[in-house]
């Protein structure tokens, strides 16, 4: 008998244990479900960082969406197959991840116009386009150049999706002190984009090299291979001869004409500068307010034989009241050597470059963004998607609105300027959305508002509030 009890006595414990450890392994798995959900249903609807890690599966939510918005969204949710809040619970809607490789632009020399890539990415079809053009080999026909001689940029190029869309730089003459812009066109041999450069009849002589070069696809993908990138140091062309300008000009002086004036009047910059060897085809400068919100542009333009250049410039309307200055001035030579001189540099040079304005209705202050709005909130390719900024000035009144749409990535930049709506009271843009643009949220990069005084501002996301909340969704073909 005690044989007995002592067998069932060891059973039990042998079934509690059993038990236990079934328990014990099935309860980290439940735990681990739960938290992935608890993420996933949290950052979908989120225009963060970390939001945007994730295959948004959910139809995104706006702050501004109303009801033919939302019946909108629901058309095309039906039309790609997407689910309902509803329908979430019938299939596993867990996010799937994976490790993004490390970019390996930075060890070729290569940069994006990104502030920065999460390694963490989502998984996206074969058609999502994040993935700027890259430059393969550069060649010059031919290599070397005599002044005024034109020579052949040939550029290959290659971009697996969507398809290279411009590629364009700057070559830098061997002191730095001249640019030429390169700009390309699409050769009739497949990859290959083709430029054309004139040398300068004074150019300085030696090894030309490119400055910069960018290459964009037709999704908007922009790569930037900047100045010493393995690539750009072996691209380069010389010009040979004698006689070569490796001189800017130099600014000998500046000032205002009238010293006084309201808002409305003309006012003459005059500028005296000179080169030893060529001839000052450019002169670039503009006028800042006192509160330096406002900048007004201008050129000048080569007044009889000597060394003097003439420009005017329009006080706007209800400008800001007080002492406006010269800025600073750029001057350029036709041998394409240039040089910025900087009022701080040369307070001596600028220091009759200044006119005290008087308006009645002095505006001093840049204009306000009240809100942004941006709909449909999800798209397919080919749809356009609108956006809708208000802003206010309580002086002169807006001007103009632009601004730049960022992709998920933030490879891609979509720039677009507003037209005044009265119906919206507001400032529109249309941008339609390329094929194989990449999919998932993008964001406004900024928005740029100027009042009727020339006072700017630049609203940057995510420094602004209404900015970050207005976003929308690609969502493929």
């Not at 006595?9 to 509690?16: E, W």
């Not at 010059?140 to 020579?151: A, I, M, S, Y």
Request: hydrophobic residues 35%.
């Amino acid at each position: 008998m005690g044989l007995i009890y002592i067998c069932v006595a060891i059973g039990t414990v042998v079934y509690y244990r059993h038990n236990q450890v079934q328990k014990s392994e099935v309860t980290p798995d439940v735990t681990e479900n739960a938290s992935k959900r608890q993420v996933f249903s949290r950052d979908a609807k989120a225009p963060s960082e970390q939001a945007r890690r994730f295959p948004v599966r959910m139809p995104v939510t706006h702050p501004n969406d109303g009801h033919e918005l939302g019946h909108r969204q629901k058309e095309v949710d039906k039309k790609l197959g997407r689910f309902s809040e509803q329908d979430r619970g019938k299939e596993s809607t867990e996010p799937t991840m994976w490790m993004a490789e490390q970019d390996s632009d930075k060890e070729n020399g290569m940069l994006g116009d990104s502030k920065g890539n999460s390694k963490i990415d989502e998984i996206k079809p074969d058609y999502s386009d994040a993935e700027p053009p890259r430059v393969t080999t550069i060649r010059f026909e031919p290599q070397k150049v005599r002044h005024g001689d034109t020579l052949s940029v040939f550029v290959r190029v290659t971009d697996e999706l969507s398809g290279v869309g411009t590629v364009s730089g700057t070559f830098r003459s061997p002191s730095g002190a001249a640019a030429l812009p390169f700009r390309s066109q699409k050769s009739t041999e497949g990859g290959v984009f083709v430029g054309t450069l004139t040398i300068p009849a004074r150019a300085e002589t030696g090894l030309w090299y490119f400055d910069i070069l960018h290459a964009s696809d037709k999704a908007h993908n922009k790569r930037i291979y900047p100045e010493g990138s393995p690539l750009l140091k072996s691209s380069f062309f010389e010009v040979i001869g004698l006689d070569g300008d490796s001189t800017p000009p130099e600014l000998i002086a500046v000032y205002l004409d009238p010293l006084e004036a309201y808002d409305g009047d003309s006012v003459k910059v005059v500028v005296e500068a000179a080169d030893d060897k060529s001839e000052i085809t450019m002169i670039y400068g503009v006028l800042l307010s006192p509160s330096t919100h406002a900048k007004i542009p201008f050129s000048c333009q080569k007044e009889g034989e000597g060394n003097t250049f003439l420009g005017y410039i329009t006080i706007p309307g209800d400008a800001e009241s007080g002492q406006w200055t010269v800025g600073y001035l750029q001057v350029r030579d036709e041998s394409q050597n240039s040089k910025t001189f900087f009022r701080r540099d040369y307070p001596s040079i600028f220091d009759g470059a200044s006119i005290n304005v008087y308006a009645s209705r002095s505006d001093s202050e840049p204009p306000t963004l009240d809100n942004l709005e941006i709909y449909p909130t999800a798209l397919v390719y080919g749809e356009t998607v609108e956006i809708v900024v208000h802003a206010s000035d309580g002086v002169s009144g807006v001007g103009s609105v632009s601004g730049s749409l960022q992709s998920p990535s933030r490879k891609a930049h979509i720039a677009f300027s507003c037209v005044y709506d009265p119906d919206d009271l507001g400032y529109r843009a249309e941008v339609v959305i390329p094929t194989n643009a990449e999919i998932g949220l993008w964001i406004v990069d900024y928005i740029l508002i100027t009042d009727k005084a020339r006072n700017q501002i630049k609203y940057t996301y995510p420094s602004n509030p209404v900015i970050k909340e207005a976003y929308f969704e690609i969502i493929g073909e």
